[in-house]
């Protein structure tokens, strides 16, 4: 039988009572460290034959220390949970830089990097512990939709290839010490749909379960994700899995993401969680939005009891996450659940 970790509970408890902080964007935070290609090879792979810059994941082995300053910036903004470095942490990404083999090891280093800070700051300060969030992202391949406009029936990726690759994911982010597993950026539901069968495998061989978080994406102003899906139909797909939340994160500002997070907060069964961008990027890429102004924009959702869990993603810091700490702290946590998940949670 299948036993909830004691930090799974702690989470779960904590849910109840506050407006959880997410931490937020990694990539922008290692863009801004204006790295070079020797810091990404770094000792192991410094013979590598193919170029590594760009790979961010890879700076859990080769500049730990720069993961850990960033882990460290967020929690003293505020942040209860920090999601590794592992978003491209899968065979089927790492692909992309011929280090299949090294998947194991970014994931088991990341979780253990962000375990480590994270239990810092909870001695610090036991009455706010600190969550590690296994980042699990949505891989460069559709389950789907095909690749050619010329032969729709085509797929790049089985469901049995993502499953059996988010398990290996899955299995070294809790050997590395992860409190939850965050599948996110969720663009196909059955890509999202292969991950958790992957979880639900592993949650039955070593009888264990730890909470899991599901955060999608919305793709563009029809409202969809890039699979065509409505908010409602992604919910719907996926709440036979007891999740912890369920939510949206990316492509959006919080301006955009509030009709689609307000369908959420209306029907899911689960705690909501949002972690936006940092409004919408300008012609160069770049987000421009004040930690000011996000907070403002994010306040409407967690006025209206929208949400469980908030943080940001694209373009956010830890400015913009203290902000939303600082403004999250005023309001109550959505507490609309059904009767089933209230006796769970």
């Known amino acids: 039988m299948r036993t909830l970790t ?28 204006k790295l070079e290609e020797t810091d990404f090879r770094g000792e192991r792979f410094a013979d590598h034959p193919h170029d590594l810059k ?13 993961i850990t300053d960033i882990h460290r910036a967020y929690l003293e903004a505020g942040a209860d949970i920090i999601e590794t470095n592992t978003f491209c942490s899968t065979s089927i990404a790492q692909a992309d830089y011929h280090l299949e083999s090294a998947v194991r090891d970014l994931n088991v280093d990341s979780a253990r990097i962000a375990r480590e800070v994270a239990d810092e700051f909870t001695a610090k300060n036991p009455a706010k512990p600190r969550f590690v969030a296994g980042s699990i992202g949505p891989t460069n391949r559709s389950a789907s939709i095909s690749p050619d406009v010329n032969d729709p029936g085509f797929r790049s990726v089985t469901f049995d290839e993502l499953v059996k690759m988010y398990g290996e994911q899955v299995e070294a982010l809790i050997d590395g010490g992860a409190d939850i597993l965050l599948v996110e950026t969720v663009f196909d539901t059955l890509n999202a749909k292969a991950a958790l069968f992957a979880i639900d495998e ?28 409505t908010t409602e139909a992604f919910l719907i797909s996926l709440e036979h899995f007891p999740l912890l939340s369920i939510g949206l994160n990316c492509a959006l500002g919080a301006k955009q993401l509030r009709p689609y997070i307000k369908v959420l907060a209306e029907k899911a069964p689960f705690a ?23 907070a403002a924009e994010v306040e409407d959702f967690v006025s209206s009891g929208f949400l469980n869990i908030v943080g940001g993603c694209c373009g956010t810091s830890p400015a913009h996450i203290r902000a939303l700490a600082e ?10 659940f059904n009767k089933e998940v209230q006796e769970r949670v």
């Open 327 to 336: 403004m999250a702290a005023k309001y109550q946590p959505r507490n609309a």
């Open 202 to 229: 592993l949650f039955d061989q070593r009888n264990i379960e730890v909470p899991v978080m599901i955060s999608g994406t919305i793709t563009d102003a029809s409202g969809r994700t890039l699979s065509g899906q």
């Open 54 to 66: 760009g790979n961010n994941d890879i700076l859990s082995i080769t500049r730990p220390d720069v």
């Open 6 to 33: 004691e930090r799974g509970k702690r989470l779960q408890e904590i849910l109840k009572d506050r407006i959880l902080i997410l931490d937020g964007a990694m990539g922008t935070m290692i863009q801004d460290r």
């Open 272 to 294: 909501v969680s949002a972690h936006p961008n940092a409004g919408l990027p300008n012609e160069f890429g770049e987000y421009d939005q004040t930690p000011e102004e996000m």
